[in-house]
């Protein structure tokens, strides 16, 4: 039997979680109303079972005894998230870059599969897909 979670919660160390709260509900994520939103952190929901917190870079250091990646010179992990549409992936990676995102690349179009991503205001690497099944399939 595979090891599945009832909820997933990935945190992420920001600078500021109210810049950062702009950023990301301004992509159209929603805020998680079942956790506090306040200066020290925010819950951002991604998906049926999936969330995003995102907590202070200070904070954040009370939760590990290692120091936090530095997103200047180094990828913890890439967040890739897929969505219903080329048209939706173009959309999320432009507002992301019109809210202060950086462009992580260029998109990629490999037929079966759309990709393009975003780089947060904290240098998260975020990868935005596309999947046509019909594509993969044939």
């Not at 079972?49 to 200070?58: G, K, S």
Request: glycine share 8%.
């Amino acid at each position: 039997m595979a090891l599945t979670s009832a909820f997933t919660s990935l945190n992420l160390p920001v600078k500021n979680v109210a810049q950062s709260k702009v950023f990301f509900t301004g992509l159209g994520f929603e805020l998680n109303p079942q956790y506090p939103d306040n200066e020290t952190s925010v819950a951002l929901l991604i998906g049926d079972n999936l969330q995003v917190m995102l907590i202070d870079q200070a904070f954040f250091l009370t939760l590990t005894e290692k120091e936090a990646v530095d997103t200047g010179k180094y990828a913890q992990m890439t967040i890739a998230l897929e969505f219903e549409s080329r048209d939706k992936v173009d959309e999320i990676v432009n507002t992301a870059l019109s809210l202060g995102g950086k462009l992580h690349a260029e998109p990629e179009d490999h037929g079966f599969m759309y990709h393009w991503g975003f780089v947060d205001l904290d240098g998260h690497l975020w990868a935005i897909n596309y999947m046509n099944m019909d594509a993969a399939q044939g």
